[in-house]
């Protein structure tokens, strides 16, 4: 898709990657209405030059019907030629499962998978009328379960899973359907156990920017699948074919793993 003139919903724009991906789309010449709660960081945006004339911010809660009915209703006023959508939305705890408590739980599966579902249900109807394109923001973590990161995988697992069924679904109309898996980046939702051990794990870490450009060059090439960096694309490829491989891979690295996950 041309990014100059395309009109964008993205969702997780107050965060680390969403922000980098808002200010690509607006130098590149999009329109944006750019979701969050935090209002500060929404009105940072504001701050970021857009040639294309266009950033609109809306503060809502995707978990919520009344947050997500904000959503469409900010779509239709301001953007009703809507043809993309960027779930970029998402939360993480890290944690060994016994540590992780209910509330994490449903939170984690409600905002990296239900939530998606449910807002991208509600904006196809108008995503159908014109050549539009849905980006949905996954993880290495969507193909590899790692320890400490459960939750967060079986939503990612699900978001994979939806994303393929979809972009099926929808093959031959006029919406396409990528899912973009970036590995580690540098941003907020890292807390320092994670960071510190990825370190100790020597994982690479991109930067906002670095993953926010890949996540651009899905939407423009529409690109069905797109892990970002070696060797997590490798990775990836193997836990498929060999799944006991990367099981014995991940056990050598269990002794670092339980110093940080609280084991
Ligand atoms: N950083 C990484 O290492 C990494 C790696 C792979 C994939 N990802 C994925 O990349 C995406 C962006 O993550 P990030 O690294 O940029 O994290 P981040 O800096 O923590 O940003 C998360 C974003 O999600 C928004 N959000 C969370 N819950 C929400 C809710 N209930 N309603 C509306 N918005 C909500 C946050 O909004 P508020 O702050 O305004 O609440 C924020 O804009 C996520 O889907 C994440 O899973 C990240």
């Known amino acids: 898709m041309k990014i100059a003139g395309a009109n964008v919903l993205l969702t997780g724009a107050s965060g680390g990657i969403g922000e980098a991906v808002c200010q690509r789309l607006l130098r590149e010449g999009a329109r944006v209405v750019a979701v969050g709660r935090s209002e500060s960081r929404?009105?940072?945006?504001?701050?970021?030059?857009?040639?294309g004339g266009g950033l609109s911010i809306v503060m809502a809660d995707i978990t919520t019907g009344a947050g997500r009915r904000k959503i469409c209703d900010a779509v239709a006023k301001l953007m009703p030629e809507i043809n993309a959508l960027v779930n970029a939305a998402g939360v993480n705890r890290f944690g060994a499962l016994p540590t992780t408590d209910e509330e994490d739980i449903e939170r984690i599966i409600h905002t990296n998978l239900t939530a998606v579902i449910l807002l991208t249900r509600s904006l196809l109807p108008s995503l159908l009328k014109?050549?539009?394109v849905i980006v949905n923001v996954g993880s290495t973590f969507d193909s590899i379960g790692f320890p400490g990161f459960a939750v967060y995988c079986a939503g990612k697992f699900g978001l994979r899973g939806f994303n393929e069924a979809l972009r099926r679904e929808l093959a031959g109309t006029l919406v396409s359907v990528c899912m973009v898996s970036p590995r580690a980046t540098d941003t907020p939702i890292n807390h320092k156990a994670v960071r510190d051990m990825n370190k100790a794990l020597?994982?690479?870490t991109d930067t906002a920017e670095e993953t926010a450009r890949a996540i651009v060059e899905s939407l423009r090439r529409e690109k069905p699948g797109n892990y970002t960096g070696w060797p997590e694309k490798f990775?990836?490829?193997?836990?498929?074919?060999?799944?006991s491989v990367v099981d014995k891979a991940v056990a050598r690295q269990m002794p670092v793993i339980r110093r940080f996950i609280g084991q």
């Open 42 to 51: 929404l009105n940072g945006l504001l701050r970021h030059p857009s040639p």
């Open 130 to 132: 014109n050549p539009s």
């Open 202 to 204: 020597k994982v690479k």
């Open 235 to 243: 990775h990836a490829a193997l836990n498929r074919l060999f799944p």
